[in-house]
């Protein structure tokens, strides 16, 4: 019951007078046209963790998690010592690492 009222409801501005029926049907009150879009909630949108891809001269290697918190220095440190990273490096230390927050660490061998 709950599903079919959010479907309809968010289909709505798309076809407004047979989701008004629908509405109806489901045993709403009032229009469907006089509801609230419903609001985010802030607290479901906060990460505890992001997945940063991990880039081994310039080709994707690895995915990590890692707290959405970290640092560029702990999220260095985490992809250095992956397994995938020191199987595609050959034990060779980078010259070079790139890292754009919350997304990507590039590393340059």
Known sequence: ???????TFCLSPIVPHVC???WQA???EGALIDQPWPAPDAAAL???EVEIGVQVN???RTRLTVPADADE?????VALADVQVLR?????????VIYVPRKLVNIVV
Do not use: F, S
């Open 1 to 7: 019951q709950e599903a079919l009222g959010i479907v």
């Open 20 to 22: 008004h029926a629908l």
């Open 26 to 28: 489901l045993g709403h």
């Open 46 to 48: 906060v990460q505890d």
């Open 58 to 60: 310039g080709r994707m």
């Open 73 to 77: 220095a702990a999220v260095r440190a």
């Open 88 to 96: 595609h490096t050959n034990g060779a230390a980078p010259r070079k």
